[in-house]
């Protein structure tokens, strides 16, 4: 047997001591004594609270590690480290995982946390039936049991180096039987934080969890604003009624030269695409959408955001930071005249209309403009047809009821998205089905990263979407505001370790 | 001793006490429910009404901005035009639909908030169908009414905007005019409760030096008054008692008894004491001085007197017989005649004592002894004068005998003791010799020691004698 033995990750500004200190602070009351609130604006209000039952990753962003916890954590210094679990090993033939977990979680309404309702909700994510975005990541599980009230096992069919990864996914975090269902509003996690009120269309409110089992975070209230438009993101900017923003906008770069914020980085791999519907005309044809991977001016377009940022180029599903990275940039170098030609051959006249779906960010309203201009150049009719969050997850992701949207995946690691039946792509492909397989199996890293290389050539040679770029990660946020999780590769906004300077 | 709460100290205290209590704590309460009551007004102001102002002060702002961005609109050549306008376009109203609902969620006036809401929707139709007539114009496309219509509806945009601006710069003023009034309201609580405070903290100081001075006077002053009554020479009980029902009047009553009390014990100490030095030195049969305080008292006349003296003594003549013939009680009622007689024969300051049963000493000054003589036979003769019935049919008489010396001079002996002692016991043995004489010689007599028994009336003196002895 394997032990993997639990990191100590506490932050080394949590001692005890300094905890006193602050206690004592407080207790001083000083004038200038640090605020224990934040309120950050967010571009997408997610659909649902659930994190385990949406693609949407602001459900995520919102609630991992702060409403919800799973059995493991990528911290904020992207390290892979236990959480509910305390500790886990791994049988020697690598198909059974046992995790003894911790024994004083509650969830919010008192509920105990144990091996039964760990076991309930890894056996929610695998089930036939299940909504879970992230289900691919679990589909080696055999069965789960829990041997007794603190331990959990998890059988696999294959060896899953990636299974505690795959834990610690927004998507995987632990939920009760008795209030799953109300999840998606109430949401009733084992998290430092509550949800003390969502107003939709405006903001949503989280309190401190008094009866937290770990260490209690700094601030008591955390508000996250929702803001869908650009004129409104620059009000509340302007005016300080938010302390900061998640993700980079257009307007990042103008309020990053005020004296009261500062931008700090975020390690996501946020891949930003034209998706193509694969499945409906003219785009199920490989010219059509090859004849748009050379209709986008990719140089122009990463732009959008100013010019102190430059985004790196992408030409298949998978960020340059990754050591499978295969540089497919040039795949489909910007050439308008080819993609004429394409459309032509394809039988695509001229003036063939075609609606683009942005969704009510930053980048969709502006980045939207580039790609209907740029695609009116090889000669489509386009309609950009914005559209609300939730409409978008609705028609574009669930119903499949698009031609063409322009949208960034911000999952770590989601090559697996393109072996996914009725994924809202519509790419079926048994050659590339049969790439992912050798992924799965790969024993070495070598392996691994080759097959992984052959996946990303394969989609960009199916041209499934038009890989634009790996989106800036920044936050814009206040000066004074001190630990952001700012090397976690899970797109979240990590309330525990946040704490006001002054 | 009996508690009277209604008017005891410990009740007034307990009163004074629980008014400033009261007071404070009033005073208290007050401060925290002012400071309080400003604390919210102030709050509403700083959030909501302040950020009501400042929505309001936006939406004039964006819907200001809606008419350049309808201009930009109507004015587009391509279709690249058409949709930067419209995203901008369509961000500011879906932001301009978010802030004005915000703001009229809390306005009554339903009126407005349809007119508001009316010209939004309206706006975003128009600005719609200009989008599409634009469209169709970049496209070449559009027929000569459209043109007109794009021309038109330009114009209604341009005059929407405007007035739901208007309308903004409305709702922005009046937000202004009640954060005054807010303001204002705000200025008279505080003026209001500083009044209430300075009122207030009047009356607290007021009642603390009402304390003060009724402690002054109920506890300071009458202290000291007992204090001054009991530290004066001559304590009268009167002085130190003081009326009322308090602790105080109690404790003077107390000590008024108190030295009721003691007086009464030393007055009668006093008496007592009069008494046992009177029966001390005096004889309580005749009230004479005894033999001890007849020694005392000669010894200090001798050594302060410059004069001769005369020292005599005096014995009853037959005094037993009496004694045996009429019993004691008769005897001692002749004791007590001779020593009247003897009394008011001499001077109050000359001393005379009762020194044995029946015998008498006296000394005093003198100038002659002749004069001596002549005192003491007077002596004799008022004691011989003297009848009594002891029962009826018996005449009782008695005489008496004296042996007289005259010291001539006393300053001799007045530096030492002893012989101012033995001047004394000299005079007086010279005097027993006399008196001696003077029995043998047949009583009733005077005899001075330094001269044959003498007698200015012999022959009285012989019968009565006689007589004493039947």
């Known amino acids: ?502 | 001793m009996q508690r009277r709460f209604g008017a005891g100290l410990t009740a007034r205290t307990v009163g004074v006490t629980s008014v400033i209590a009261v007071v404070v704590v009033g005073l208290t309460l007050l401060t925290a429910r002012t400071v309080g009551s400003l604390h919210t007004l102030v709050e509403d102001m700083a959030s909501a009404e302040m950020e009501n102002l400042m929505t309001s002060v936006r939406l004039v702002q964006q819907t200001e901005s809606l008419i350049s961005l309808g201009m930009m609109l109507a004015a587009a050549e391509n279709h690249t035009e058409r949709r930067t306008a419209m995203v901008e376009l369509t961000d500011r109203t879906t932001w301009i639909n978010k802030l004005t609902k915000n703001l009229l969620k809390q306005d009554d006036s339903r009126v407005l908030v349809s007119r508001v809401e009316n010209t939004q929707s309206q706006l975003v139709t128009n600005i719609d169908l200009l989008n599409r007539l634009i469209r169709k114009r970049i496209d070449g496309e559009a027929a000569p009414e459209d043109m007109r219509l794009i021309r038109t509806l330009a114009d209604v945009n341009r005059e929407l905007a405007g007035r739901l601006s208007v309308l903004m710069g409305y709702y922005s003023a009046s937000m202004r005019s009640q954060m005054v009034e807010r303001s204002n309201q705000l200025n008279d609580e505080i003026e209001e409760h500083q009044r209430n405070l300075i009122l207030l903290t009047a009356v607290l100081l007021l009642t603390a030096l009402a304390t003060g001075f009724t402690f002054e006077m109920t506890v300071v002053r009458r202290i000291r008054r007992i204090q001054s009554a009991v530290d004066a020479d001559n304590v009268e009980p009167e002085q130190v008692e003081q009326k009322g029902q308090d602790e105080i009047a109690q404790l003077s009553r107390t000590l008024a008894g108190y030295i009721r009390r003691i007086r009464e014990q030393e007055s009668k100490m006093q008496r007592i004491n009069g008494e046992l030095a009177f029966l001390a030195e005096h004889d309580p049969l005749t009230g004479l001085a005894n033999r001890r305080h007849f020694y005392a008292a000669a010894d200090r006349l001798i050594r302060n007197s410059s004069t001769p003296l005369c020292v005599a003594l005096g014995d009853i003549d037959h005094f037993k017989e009496i004694n045996d013939r009429y019993g004691h009680a008769v005897g001692d009622r002749v004791l007590a005649e001779a020593a009247t007689r003897l009394k008011s024969g001499l001077r109050e300051s000359d001393i005379l004592a009762r020194v044995g049963g029946e015998e008498f000493a006296a000394i005093l000054p003198m100038r002659s002894r002749d004069d001596c003589l002549h005192l003491f036979d007077q002596i004799r003769q008022s004691v011989a004068a003297y009848r009594f019935e002891p029962k009826p049919g018996h005449t009782l008489t008695m005489t008496i005998s004296f042996g007289v010396t005259f010291l001539e001079d006393t300053s001799v002996a007045t530096s030492e003791e002893e012989a101012e002692n033995g001047l004394l016991s000299q005079a007086l043995g010279a005097a027993d010799q006399a008196l001696y004489r003077a029995k043998h010689l047949g009583r009733n007599r005077v005899v001075c020691d330094q001269l044959e028994p003498y007698s200015y009336d012999r022959t009285g003196l012989t019968n009565a004698n006689d007589d004493a002895k039947e």
């Not at chain 1, 904020?76 to 886990?88: E, I, M, N, S, Y």
């Not at chain 1, 799965?440 to 199916?462: F, P, S, V």
């Open chain 1, 1 to 502: 047997m394997r032990m993997m033995m639990p990191r100590n990750n506490a932050p080394a500004c949590r001692r005890p001591f300094h905890l006193f200190v602050l206690i004592a602070l407080f207790l001083l009351a000083l004038p200038a004594w640090a605020r224990l609130d934040i309120r950050v604006g967010m571009q997408l209000e997610p659909p649902t609270l659930d994190p385990t039952q949406t693609a949407a990753a602001a459900a995520g962003e919102i609630t991992y590690c702060n409403l919800f916890e799973g059995l493991t954590v990528i911290d904020g210094d992207g390290q892979l480290t236990p959480r509910l679990a305390k500790t886990w090993s791994v049988s020697d033939d690598g198909l059974t995982y046992t995790f003894s977990l911790r024994k004083d979680v509650r969830f919010h309404d008192g509920k105990r946390f144990n091996a039964r309702s760990a076991a309930f909700s890894i056996k929610r994510i695998v089930s036939a039936d299940s909504k879970n975005p992230q289900r691919k990541w679990f589909e080696k599980i055999r069965s789960v049991e829990a041997t007794s009230e603190h331990v959990l096992q998890i059988h696999l069919n294959h060896p899953d180096s990636l299974l505690t990864f795959a834990l610690a996914l927004p998507a995987a975090v632990m939920v009760h039987p008795d209030s799953v269902a109300g999840n998606a509003t109430h949401p009733i996690g084992t998290g430092p934080y509550r949800l003390a009120e969502w107003l939709p269309g405006q903001k949503l409110k989280l309190k401190r969890n008094a009866d937290y089992w770990g260490e209690k975070p700094y601030l008591e209230q955390a508000e996250f604003y929702f803001m869908q438009t650009t004129a409104g993101t620059e009000n509340m900017l302007a005016e300080g009624m938010v302390d900061g923003l998640v993700s980079v906008t257009r307007v990042t770069n103008r309020f990053g030269g005020r004296p009261d914020y500062k931008m700090s980085n975020r390690q996501l791999e946020s891949k930003m695409l034209l998706a193509i519907n694969n499945g409906r005309p003219p785009f199920d044809d490989i010219r059509v959408r090859r004849a748009l991977s050379h209709a986008i001016n990719k140089n122009e377009l990463r732009t959008m955001y100013g010019a102190q940022f430059n985004p790196d180029l992408i030409g298949s599903h998978f960020p340059p930071s990754h050591p499978a990275y295969v540089d497919l940039v040039d795949r489909y170098p910007y050439d308008p005249k080819r993609a004429r030609e394409l459309l032509r051959e394809a039988g695509v006249d001229k003036g063939t209309p075609v609606k683009l779906t942005v969704p009510p960010t930053d980048y969709g309203r502006y980045g939207g403009l580039m790609l209907a201009e740029d695609l009116e150049a090889i000669g489509f009719k386009v309609e950009l047809d914005p559209v609300d969050w939730k409409t978008w997850m609705q028609s574009v992701f669930t119903d499949k009821d698009y031609a063409l949207t322009l949208i960034i995946h911000v999952e770590p690691m989601d090559l697996n998205i393109y072996a996914r039946d009725n994924y809202y792509f519509n790419y079926a492909n048994d050659a590339f089905k049969a790439i992912w397989k050798q992924v799965l199996d790969a024993r070495t890293d070598k392996e691994l990263n080759h097959w992984l290389g052959e996946a990303q050539k394969q989609i960009a040679e199916d041209a499934v979407n038009v890989f634009l770029f790996i989106r800036p990660e920044r936050n814009l946020m206040h000066k004074d505001l001190q630990g952001l999780w700012e090397n976690s590769s899970i797109p979240s906004f990590v309330l525990e370790d946040i704490h006001w300077t002054h």
